[in-house]
């Protein structure tokens, strides 16, 4: 089978909430000497875009559009051993976490996992976590990078929150702070004065590489 046809056909599966297809093509692709990443960019997060397309038109609901993640996340599990480990010399360290108020986390624990394979130390604080948790872990750890999540439009003002109490802390430029999910845009970054946003996990790791002058 064509590569490109055993993408769609995993993105099929993900929209149909079949998750042994799921899995069973998965292992295929890998079978075939794909590439990991490619796999879950191609196939698996193509299905999740047309199940969210179905579920603001209406045709899918809450339970279908959970079950359909529940797929996602097993071809996730079976993928992620999988991925290219690539090795950075200089350590980069990054905790992550969607916003208090907020417990959508495909999207974060897929910048995780690319984040692990791009061989970064990845401290994961879950979903719903409080701003004052970033801050510690990321004080605790000696962060690189603060990385927060949220696909809800009334969570979004957490992320403006934890840059000002970086700045009423004094401590503003000792972390990088990324911005990402659904409702983020570059002008909402800009105005809360984030460091970067992007849109979707791959350009986030290049863009964390860009900061730190590692290429
Ligand atoms: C899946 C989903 C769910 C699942 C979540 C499962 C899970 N474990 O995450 C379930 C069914 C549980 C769910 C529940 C709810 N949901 Co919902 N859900 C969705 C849906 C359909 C898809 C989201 C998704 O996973 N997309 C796929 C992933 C891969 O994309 P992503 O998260 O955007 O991530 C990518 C990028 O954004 C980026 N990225 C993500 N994070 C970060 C972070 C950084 C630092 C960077 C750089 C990049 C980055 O990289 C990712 C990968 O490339 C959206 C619809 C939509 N259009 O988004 C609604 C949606 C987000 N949900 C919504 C709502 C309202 C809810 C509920 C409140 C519903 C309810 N009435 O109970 C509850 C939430 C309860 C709560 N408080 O959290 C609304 C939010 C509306 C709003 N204005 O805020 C949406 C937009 C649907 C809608 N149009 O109404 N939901």
């Known amino acids: 089978m064509d590569k490109n ?21 998965c292992q295929t692709a890998i079978d075939e000497g794909l590439d990991a990443a490619e796999v ?14 179905l579920y603001e038109t209406g045709e899918y609901f809450l339970p279908e559009v959970l079950t ?3 797929a996602l996340n097993e071809g996730v599990e079976l993928l992620k051993p999988h991925m ?28 995780k996992i690319m984040c692990e394979s791009a061989g970064f130390e990845v401290h994961d604080l879950g979903r719903d976590v409080p701003i004052d948790e970033f801050i510690r872990e990321a004080k605790e750890v000696d962060a690189d990078f603060i990385c927060m999540s949220t696909l809800m ?12 109490k970086l ?4 401590i503003r430029d000792q972390f990088k702070v990324m911005i990402g999910g659904g409702p983020i845009s570059q002008k909402f970054c800009d105005e809360i004065g984030a460091d970067a946003y992007t849109t979707d996990a791959a350009a986030a790791v290049r863009k964390m590489k860009e900061l730190k002058g590692i290429a």
Do not use: C, P, W
């Open 5 to 25: 046809e055993l993408y769609a056909k995993i993105a099929e599966a993900v929209v149909d909430m079949e998750d042994e297809d799921v899995v069973d093509l």
């Open 40 to 53: 879950i960019r191609e196939g698996l997060i193509k299905g999740m875009d047309k199940v969210s397309e």
């Open 68 to 70: 359909a993640s529940f």
């Open 84 to 111: 290219k480990q690539e090795t950075t010399t200089e350590k980069v360290k990054v905790v992550i976490g969607v916003v208090e108020g907020d417990t959508h986390d495909i999207g974060k624990n897929l910048v």
């Open 153 to 164: 439009t009334t969570t979004m003002a957490g992320m403006k929150s934890l840059v000002d």
């Open 167 to 170: 700045k009423e802390q004094g």
